[in-house]
């Protein structure tokens, strides 16, 4: 018979599946089971993700079905300008006074101004450090600024918190004249040395992904090092450069103890940053321990849960993307 | 600009690189300078043996370590068996390009950047309000038992704070295993689970180590999502039962440092509790980086 011929055959017979023993049938059917069994388990990230996001929103939910709590705590007294007696502010966090305010402006004020201080610290820290770190160093500085940046990573936020109570507070206060020792720059301070290693990593994975063809190519150009680090590596890896302050501003908006610690937690909108500051996470970290369940002030909490359960979904969403971006780019579409 | 300037222009800017990174060495120096030069003296074994004592003014911070360690062994037990195999079937199972993997890497990603107080409104909301609520419906418990706060809400809330550490050293650890192991194991007939039970996972195993230590002093340190699923401030009796509230080192440093009616008498306190939890948590992290730099050493010699 030619190769059409049997190729025709095989098309037209039936194949036969091979008879198994009973023992390597069963031997199969243990291996489906253990793969089942192990993807089963792998979805439990997913329904993590997924539960997170249906039990806090289910219990802010009140917020919006029942009469009491939608009279108390609308959407409108949240966010916008309440009528209140002249020379009373208008934005007014006070959740459990006789007529509650629950004015979410001052929290946003708090938590935009402490973020906003960490990050002008962090980012030029971290980049730069970062940039050290990949460029310029000789390898036994960078090896040893590796473990210190995990250990910087390791140290827990209370500790930190602590630390900017009880040591950096009189020194930030002396230094710039504040009138309180716990403020927003306090606390901003003290949320840099939290987003600082995730700034550092994630822009020193970027800048040593850049491939060394790159640099080699400028400096056979003439460029001096510095000016190949500045203008041919590092906009070679600004998308993972711009995800490192992305997912260090995710972090810094949802740090908690470090705020509560240090940052004087009163609900006042002013731009200064000698003033103290109350930001989101601090609040649930404060208010949730004394609240009766189900309340409105409850669901309120929950409530601000959500919405920073939201920026940082958001926020890490944008970081994966531009990080995927900067592999793609240096390599050329391969993966 | 003639070359020299360039050069010098760009040796200033090269050394603000290095003042930068000098300056993120000098901020952990001066933390831990700090911390070990108020807190040494205070670290005898009466205080890592005894309660506190006279309002917390006195004695040691038994419960707090024994809490803490409790806790996150709780917390290691639920982690470890989903975060493995998690890892073992985005490397080992899933078909390449597979939808469903990309999907558990994303969620896995994001999970890793829920703020930790969000973790503690899950906790109450999921673990202690459902959860709990049910099992006392259907366990007949006519008081609150299982819906209260208790170490057991708090491991696991935990748990799923750290699951995202786990996966990533596991798959991490997974990669190293060279691909010639697999192979040969299938070709001598070992079916997949059995090459991953005796080729796969014992090669992998420092590496899954290094997870857990990470996930450890991780989790030790963690005080927002305890806040409200089982910290307690004093209790001089240890956590007896699953559903006992307890003490915790890290929630004991934040209750010393903002409510002490006394602050300056219970500084030499606070430090050493805080020194405590500090070498806890340096400890973990110095064994997962030896760890990881050897199965590095060792995964690039294979290659």
């Not at chain 1, 305010?101 to 730069?128: C, D, E, H, Q, R």
């Not at chain 1, 063809?213 to 041919?232: D, F, I, N």
């Not at chain 2, 670290?43 to 309002?55: A, C, N, Q, R, Y």
Request: one cysteine or more.
């Amino acid at each position: 018979m030619d190769r059409q011929a049997i190729m025709e055959q095989g098309l037209t017979q039936p194949l036969v599946a091979p008879l198994l023993s009973p023992a390597a049938r069963r031997r199969q059917l243990r291996e489906k089971v253990i793969a089942g069994f192990i993807t089963l388990m792998a979805f439990t990230g997913i329904a993590a993700l997924i539960l997170i996001i249906i039990f806090v929103a289910k219990e802010a939910l009140a917020l919006f079905t029942e009469p009491e709590a939608r009279h108390e705590a609308s959407l409108s007294k949240m966010f916008l300008a309440q009528d209140v007696a002249p020379g009373r502010p208008p934005f007014r966090w006070q959740p459990v006074s006789k007529v509650p305010k629950v004015s979410m402006i001052p929290l946003f004020v708090g938590t935009l101004k402490t973020t906003a201080v960490s990050m002008l610290v962090a980012v030029p820290l971290g980049v730069f450090g970062a940039l050290f770190a990949a460029e310029f160093a000789p390898r036994r500085l960078r090896e040893l600024l590796k473990p210190v940046i995990e250990l910087l990573a390791g140290i827990p936020s209370v500790v930190l918190g602590f630390f900017a109570l009880m040591v950096m507070s009189t020194v930030v206060k002396e230094a710039l004249g504040f009138d309180r020792p716990l403020n927003a720059m306090l606390a901003g301070l003290g949320l840099a040395l939290a987003i600082v290693p995730v700034i550092f990593t994630v822009s020193e994975d970027a800048l040593t992904s850049v491939p060394r063809s790159y640099r080699e190519a400028s400096l056979a150009l003439g460029a001096t090092p510095w000016e190949t680090a500045w203008k041919v590596v590092l906009p070679a890896a600004a998308p993972g450069i711009l995800a490192a302050c992305v997912l260090g501003f995710g972090r810094a908006i949802g740090e908690t103890m470090i705020v509560l610690m240090a940052s004087g937690n009163a609900d006042v909108i002013s731009w200064s940053l000698g003033d103290s500051a109350r930001s989101l996470s601090a609040t649930i970290a404060a208010e949730m321990g004394e609240v009766v369940v189900g309340s409105p002030h409850y669901s309120l909490l929950f409530f601000i849960g959500v919405q920073l359960f939201i920026f940082t979904f958001v926020l890490n969403l944008i970081a994966s993307t531009w990080t995927r971006r900067v592999v793609r780019k240096l390599t050329g579409g391969a993966s | 600009m003639t070359p020299n300037t360039r050069r010098a222009v760009g040796l200033a800017l090269t050394s603000l690189t290095g003042l930068a990174a000098f300056i993120i060495i000098a901020m952990l120096g001066i933390i831990l300078f700090n911390v070990v030069e108020n807190g040494a003296g205070g670290v005898t074994w009466t205080f890592l043996s005894k309660p506190p004592e006279d309002g917390m003014m006195g004695g040691g911070i038994f419960p707090a370590i024994f809490g803490t360690a409790a806790l996150t062994l709780l917390m290691t037990v639920a982690v470890m068996p989903v975060g493995v195999l998690t890892a073992v079937y985005l490397h080992e199972y899933a078909p390449p390009n597979s939808l469903s993997a990309r999907f558990v890497r994303v969620a896995v990603v994001n999970l890793a950047g829920v703020p930790s107080i969000v973790f503690g409104l899950f906790g109450l909301g999921f673990f202690i309000l459902f959860v709990g609520q049910g099992m006392d419906r259907a366990l007949g418990h006519e008081e609150m038992y299982w819906a209260q706060p208790g170490i057991l809400w708090a491991s696991l809330t935990l748990a799923v704070l750290t699951l995202p550490v786990v996966i990533v050293s596991t798959e991490e650890a997974l990669r190293a295993v060279p691909m010639d192991h697999r192979t040969a194991s299938l070709a001598l007939g070992a079916t997949q689970s059995q090459t991953l039970g005796r080729v796969v996972l014992p090669g992998a195993l420092p590496g899954i180590l290094t997870g857990a230590v990470l996930a450890i002093s991780r989790g030790a340190g963690e005080v927002a999502p305890i806040l409200f699923t089982g910290a307690a401030y004093f209790l001089p009796d240890l956590p007896t039962h699953l559903n006992s509230q307890f003490m915790h080192l890290g929630y004991h440093t934040y209750v010393m440092a903002t409510q002490s009616p006394d602050v300056e008498a219970t500084r030499p306190l606070l430090y050493s509790t805080v020194l405590v939890l500090l070498l806890l948590t340096f400890a973990l992290n110095l064994v997962a980086v030896i760890i990881r730099t050897r199965t590095r050493r060792k995964a690039a010699g294979s290659h």
